[in-house]
């Protein structure tokens, strides 16, 4: 009994314990499924669908908006929000992966990086074959939409007879945000009628990255031979309105306008349509004007950001529900499957502005990282050849130094022996001189003696024997051996000065220009950054040997040691106090002499000292120009000093006859040589002296071509 | 007493003994390449009362005149065959007693020096005073004078034997003749045989004299 009563007792228990286990498990649930319905509720998500406003924002909400709420209405409980974007900021604010849905012209994607991306359809462009129009110009010829039908995809030409023969509804009004393509508009009165005539005419256009805007019509302008470069583009920026603007206020000849722009703002009363004319037009499907075909309409792309639920309820409501008739919404937007955007990226090519098109430099850091190993060699074998260039270059520059000193102290010693050697043929002529000069005076000292003596002895009372006999013949004898020593050393002394005042040297013939070469040579180191300048009416000049140098060198040294950085050799007749002079003008930059020296007209007064060597502006213009003076004069000819404009010397020696211009530049480049250079060069000051020689010379020739040789100047 | 000394107090003797040049009698040499030097040096020299003959080149000179002989030379220095140095250098290397005054134009005062240290009487630098002139004339002749005794006096001691030459040395160092006699170990009648051969050949009257002939021999 026991046992039973325990058996039931448990039976009991059993049954209660399966009631309670039963009763939790509807609990449970029934808790799931409430926690469920407010998870799902707590699921809804809010996504932003970025959508392209090339017309402004305003217009952008206006076209789409209807669409969009058509579309949430379709979503279980997810919603999405619009967002227009400018073109100047749609790359970055897309690129911060803000949306979930983007939609825009196919052209605009290409150059994102739209890798995880999704392509969900393409919006139908406006195809109706009644709205099919011609164009409205002039040429326009009526056409058969069928010979158009091939610049239609497949896709499209199936959507349009899908959207015909199941929708037979009225077709909307065209819309410059449906369509890809590009209008170019001119004035209905200018003088331009081909695209060639827009030839260094200014064209308004959108923006530099807008494709119906600009890229389209300047890929046509360069097909037909004009590139960017021929033609004056002016990018007027967004909304699109602004380039048919600012050609109805004449500050462009025509404007690149996206389609159906034109007669989208003519619709809105914005625009006079009749007032302007389209060029090069074409026909297409569209019931707008174009001038290019018409490519892939703008996509809706779903972001890595959209999950796959929210892309599964957008397919179904894009295409899998047929809509009533009436709907006008449907009338809106037909979409169709993702179009191809391979002729879009091949405008893009053309006009060299696709992401893939990697600049040159690119393209190059590309193939050096693929040939690191060659190139790392490469640059090795460089850097150790530079770095022997530069070894190389410091050791000759270090030879060249040491050259230099050398040569610098052998020019001093070479000097010195110079002046020493001078020095000693000065006093081997003064001994010379003193000998020639000594043994007349020593005869006429000894007869002057003898005679003096004779005379006291005669006078003194001695012995008649002790006195010598005064032999009247041997005084009158004595007196002229005096008087010709006396006319023996006047000779001496006349030969003298006419040794010293005046050159015997043969007139010999000579180059001015090889002259003057030769003087800037004699230079030497004093010659460096010095432009010589010659101009001269003639070539050869006859005159004593070495006077040209002596002339030239002396004035050259002297400008140079005054610092100038340019110096002029003028050669010309003129005529001075009514005479006919050969002048040699040699000029100087060195900013002139002082007016202290220029009013001392008589150059030996103005010398500090018989000694002075070398012109200073301190101490007076030195022995050099004494020496010019005195060859001057030898030749019965004057010299002048002036201070002159260089700029005017330079345009006198610009005006003589190019053939024998010639301006000299010396160089040093391991050696010395002379360069004839064509390059100006500009004067140190505005004020530079000038040494004038007068010389009354026959001149060889005037001109080596006009055979007027020999013409004598007096 | 110096040699010198010695020979200035007997200078009276001897010129009793050899026959006395007397300075107006010797002959002036004007030897110059130039002829108005040459004349005007003749015509200054015949002023002042001397003899005169001149030469237009030092080696005609030396072909034509007896070297030996006394005399006076002014010469230049500068002269084309024979310069007045090699003329020096010739007389000196001859023993000639001529004494020589250089002439220099150009103040060649190195070339006076050798020339001085060779045996020239002076040099004068042309143009020549005639108050220096006579100056250096007068110790010229003097010289040449002096030159000539001496030269006289040695060719008589080379005419002395080894032995005379040996006794005369003994005598000029104040011995006896005993006193010789030891000196050179020979007997004392030998040495006054020796004597009295030294004191005939140098043409002496007693040994003072031949002291005196032998001292200027040695200045």
Known sequence: MQVWADKRKAKFMHRRLKSLVTLNAFRVIFAALLAWSILSKANAQTYYLGVLAPQGETAAQNRWQPWLDELNNQLSDDTVILVPLALENWQQQIGAQQFALVLGPQVQFIKMNTTRWRWLATLQADTAQSDLIAPANDNAQSFDARKYENQLSTTVILANEFNKLNERVSLKQPSAMEEVASALWVAADSDIYRLQDLQQRSVAAVDADAFGGYLLGAHLLQKNGLAPNRYRVQFVGYPIENTLHTLASGKVDAAIAPLCLMEEMARQGKINERQYRLIHPVATVSSCQSSTGIYPNWTLAATEQAPANLIRQINQSIFGVVRPVNDKNSLRQRWLPPESSTDAERILYEMNQHPAQKPLGAHIVDWIKSHRLWMGMIIFIIVISAINYGWMSWLAWRQRQKILKQNSLIRGYEQQLRQTERFAVIGEMSGSIAHEINQPLATIQNYAQGLLIRSQQANSPKKADDIVPNDNALTDNALQQIVNETERVAAVVANIR????????NEVKVDIAATYQQCILLLGEQAVGIHFWLASDYQHLTLPNLLLDQLLINSVTNAAQQGATNILLRCQAEEYNDKQWLVLHLSDDAGGFDQAQLKARHLPEILPSQYATQSTKADGLGLGLMICQRLCKSLGGVMQLNNVNVGDELDKIHAIDGKHLQRFKRILNGKIQLTQTSTAHQPLNFIGAQVSFYLPLPVTDRDADSGMSHKYLK | MTSDQVASTHSDNVSNKVPEILPEQLIIHII??????????????????????????????????????????????????????????????????????????????????????????????????????????????????????????????????????????????????????????????????????????????HVSELIQKLVMLES
Not at chain 1, 498 to 505: D, H, K, L
Not at chain 2, 95 to 117: H, Q, R
Not at chain 2, 124 to 152: D, M, N, V
């Open chain 1, 498 to 505: 006419s040794w010293a005042g005046q050159s015997q040297a």
């Open chain 2, 32 to 205: 110059d390449d130039e002829e108005s030097v040459r004349t005007s040096c003749d015509f200054l020299i015949s002023s002042l009362g001397m003899p005169t003959r001149v030469w237009s080149s030092a080696t005609v000179f030396l072909q034509q005149v007896d070297i030996h002989r006394p005399a006076v030379i002014v010469s230049d220095l500068m002269m084309p065959e024979m310069s007045g140095q090699s003329l020096q250098a010739n007389l000196d290397k001859c023993g000639s007693p001529m004494a020589l005054i250089a002439l220099t134009g150009n103040g060649e005062i190195a070339d006076a020096v050798n020339m001085l240290k060779q045996g020239a009487a002076d040099y004068l630098e042309k143009p020549i005073k005639s108050s220096r002139l006579q100056e250096a004339i007068a110790y010229a002749q003097q010289l040449t004078i002096k030159r000539a005794k001496r030269y006289e006096i040695r060719h008589l001691y080379m005419q002395l034997t080894d032995k005379e030459k040996l006794v005369a040395n003994e005598l000029l160092g104040g011995n006896l003749n005993k006193n010789i006699a030891d000196h050179l170990d020979i007997s004392v009648r030998t040495v006054e045989v020796h004597r009295s051969q030294v004191m005939k050949k140098m043409q002496s009257q």
